[in-house]
């Protein structure tokens, strides 16, 4: 019997110190008080495995000792579970300190013990021939006990509260606790006062740590589960039906029973509901699927997604499936909103650009045996239109836009918004009638609600040859013949042509070398002479002309406007200014008291700092600024009016000349004049030209003339061609003059013959 229990204590023990192990592996937050109570009961088990094996008084005693202060670590292991398993607090500090005091004053009276002998004594027992040893109880051993069966009782009371104060559901994982704990303690009871010589009891202490490690980590409460799952499946909004593993429906939830209609729960008619309603059979063949179903259409759509799952055993069988069905209607409905709102402008309701450039791009690849025509469609001067009626105007003429075209091209072609005022359509040529479209046009008008308002519209057309090209380059092109256009009022159409490819071409061939040639210096400044009414000449003009080694001597008009519209401008005029600077620092070396006029382009002012360019240069070249005219016109003078003027007010204080061009060929020349500091006016004689005799011209160039004399302002006349011109621009006061009748732009070669034989006469 002896080594039947030591060896029943040992395999304890050795099972006891694997759980303490694991538990103190767990993620769990209560397995830190599991492994210290796992933990805790292994002293018990060994004191007593001590006590079973001892034949001799000093061994049992030693085994009594680990017994007994083993029972205090033990029941205080037990009570800190208690409160951890069962989520509570000491009631007050006050307590949790009287009872560690009154264990560690039991330890304390037992480790006194060999010295006053007060709390217990062994006495030797003979049973089945063998010597045992069993416990003699004294006042300190009843101290123990009063303090072990105080808390004992403590941690019955609060496992006994915590399970009537919780759900019934959550009885499971207290009871089974609460019942372990009760009958090691009656167990215990009955060995102390049945005074056997071996602790049966730890038996029970080695099982109890057992059922604590596994109910704490590893249980699972089935019936709570349970309930929990079914709580669950009960209060989701979606509908689930239930089915055993030959797919007959064995429950299912509300929202299941109110989406089929299932009469008093007799869930086996689910499956015939289910294809009544959605029209197909569920495949329970296969093991998950999901899918999304409709019903009905347009508006009245209804959407719904279905899901099977299956559940299997821990061999991989299916034991059973369900089936979950989600009204997804308004996430349907807000997914196919933002769609369209990604597809479409907010204002007009058309296409937006990038979704315009794939539906064309789609109908080009689809319908390779049509013609297509790629049209862009702009509003002539509408910011002004904005400006002048207001954005509420702007819109409506924007949606009248939209609705024409829905109108006129909804049928067969795809149509939608590029941005701003502009709009692109893509058509089969032969749908596109273009005597149809410009008497449209040609009377278009919107109405305020008052009255009708003409509104001017462009079309660029572009017939689409090569198809593989980009949408977007078709569009430029359609956006390149409506620029022909643009100043125009009674032609509304214009088509991408040969001429229009050619100055594209053009364009790309002369600026790709423009950089080498101003570096090789095959632009060259010419100069045309300004004359005063003596006819000496006091300055010239430096304007541009390109010598190119293939295409020979390029007129201004050939490549200028090209390098006004892409901004290449600015390149050139700093070059010319440069040239100029040269001419004029030659010019004081050989004592000629001569200016020289230089451009300034509106677009100078946008890339660079033309007072710091300017004024370096005269410095480099050690030239006297007033001998370096600046001439700008108005439209320099159009935007960014406040620092405009400061900039010119920098250069007039340097010493340097501005002169106004072209004055009389714009709109603003007047109200302009009145603030702009400029030293030079140049009357433009073109807008005189077809009536230079008439009487009202002689009145307005004669006005314009009294004019700067009473501003104090210098007037320069260009575009003189005939001897009466020049009378009569005499006659009047003018001070200066330039043009053909004098000479043309000359390279500076013959400028200077040109100068020489002017002097000599």
């Known amino acids: 019997m002896r080594y039947a229990f030591a060896g029943l204590y040992i395999a304890m023990v050795l099972a006891l110190l694997a759980c303490t192990f694991l538990a103190s592996r767990s993620y769990k937050k209560i397995s830190g008080a599991v492994a210290m109570q796992v933990g805790m009961t ?93 416990v003699v109880p004294y006042f300190g051993q009843a101290y123990h006990r009063a303090v072990v069966y105080a808390i004992f009782f403590a941690v019955l009371i609060i496992f006994v509260v915590k399970i009537v104060k919780s759900p019934r559901v959550y009885m499971e994982r207290y009871s089974v606790i609460l019942v372990t ?78 989406l089929v209609g299932i009469p008093d729960e007799k869930f086996d008619s689910a499956s015939a509901l289910l294809q009544a309603k959605f029209g197909e059979k569920e495949d329970f063949d296969e093991l998950e699927w999901e899918c999304k179903k409709v019903l009905g259409s347009g508006n009245e759509a209804t959407y719904y997604y279905q899901a099977k799952r299956t559940v299997t055993d821990e061999k991989g069988l299916v034991t059973g499936a369900f089936l979950t069905i989600r009204d997804v209607t308004e996430q349907e409905r807000l997914l196919q909103q933002e769609r369209y709102n990604a597809t ?63 109108k006129h091209f909804s049928r067969t072609g795809v149509f939608g918004r590029l941005g701003g005022d502009t709009f692109g359509v893509c058509i089969p040529k032969e749908d596109f009638h273009e005597k149809e479209m410009e008497e449209l046009l040609a009377k278009y008008t919107i109405n305020d609600g008052m009255m009708d308002h003409h509104v001017v519209i462009h079309i660029g057309a572009y017939e689409v040859i090569e198809r593989e090209m980009d ?27 040969e001429k229009i490819r050619k100055d594209v071409l053009w364009a790309q061939h002369i600026s790709a070398q423009l950089k080498d040639a101003l570096a090789k210096r095959n632009v060259v400044p010419y100069l045309q002479p300004i004359v005063d009414k003596n006819g000496k000449i006091v300055g010239a003009e430096a304007l541009a002309r390109w010598l190119h080694p293939q295409d020979g001597f390029l007129p201004p008009a050939s ?65 006297t600024p007033s001998r370096l005219r600046i001439e700008i016109t108005e439209t320099v003078m159009m935007t960014d009016v406040d620092n405009r003027m400061r900039m010119l007010d920098e250069l007039r204080a340097a010493g340097f000349i501005v002169e106004m061009d072209d004055f009389g060929s714009g709109y603003s020349s007047l109200n302009l004049l009145k603030d702009m500091p ?26 314009i003339i009294n ?23 005499c006659e009047m006061g003018c001070k200066l003059f330039q043009g053909y009748y004098f000479a043309k732009p000359l390279p500076l070669t013959e400028f200077d013959e040109f100068l020489e034989k002017s002097q000599a006469s």
Request: aromatic content about 14%.
């Open 678 to 703: 400029v030293d030079v006016l140049k009357i433009d004689m073109k807008f005189l030209t077809k009536t230079a005799d008439d009487n009202k011209a002689r009145t307005i160039l004669q006005n």
């Open 181 to 258: 704990i009760v009958v090691t303690g009656l167990w215990q009871t009955y060995y102390i006062f049945s005074r056997t010589p071996i602790d049966r009891s730890m038996t029970g202490y080695g099982i109890f740590g057992l059922l604590i490690f596994y109910f704490a980590l590893y249980y699972r409460p089935l019936t709570l589960l349970d309930r929990l799952l079914a709580n669950m499946a009960s209060d989701m909004p979606d509908a689930i039906f239930f089915y055993d593993a030959y797919g007959r429906c064995i429950w299912a939830n509300q929202p299941a029973i109110d």
């Open 344 to 406: 479409h402008d907010a204002l007009t309701d058309l296409f937006t650009k990038e979704h315009l450039y794939t539906c064309i791009r789609k109908k080009l690849d689809r319908e390779l045996k049509k013609d297509f025509l790629i049209l862009y469609i702009d509003i002539l001067n509408f910011k002004l239109i904005n400006d002048v009626f207001g954005s509420a105007f702007g819109d409506k003429a924007l949606k009248d836009i939209a609705g024409c075209l829905r």
């Open 471 to 497: 949408i977007s380059f078709m569009f430029d092109r359609a956006l390149l013949a409506m620029s022909t256009i643009e100043e125009e009022y009674q032609q509304h159409i214009a088509y991408y042509d």
């Open 42 to 134: 292994i002293p018990p088990v060994i004191g007593n495995l001590i006590i079973v094996l001892s034949t001799s008084w000093l061994p049992a005693k030693i085994g009594c000792y680990v017994y007994f202060i083993g029972m205090d670590a033990f029941i205080m292991a037990l009570l800190h579970f208690a409160f951890r398993y069962c989520v509570l607090k000491w009631p007050s500090k006050k307590l949790h300190a009287l009872v560690y005091a009154a264990v560690t004053l039991d330890v304390v009276q037992y480790l006194l013990n060999p010295f006053f002998g007060h709390a217990f004594d062994i006495e030797p027992i003979l049973v089945d021939g063998e010597n045992y040893y069993r």
């Open 559 to 623: 490549f200028i406007p090209v390098f006004e519209k892409n901004g290449m401008i600015i390149e050139i005029d700093r070059y010319m200014w440069r040239c100029a600077c040269e001419i004029l620092s030659d010019w004081e070396k050989k004592g000629r008291d001569l200016f020289i006029s230089v451009n300034i382009s509106p677009k100078d002012f946008y890339f660079m700092n033309v007072t710091e360019e300017i004024m370096g240069l005269a410095k480099e070249y050690g030239i």
């Open 707 to 729: 004019l700067s004399e009473d501003l104090g302002i210098f007037s320069l006349t260009e575009g003189v061609e005939t001897k009466p011109q020049l009378d009569m621009l």
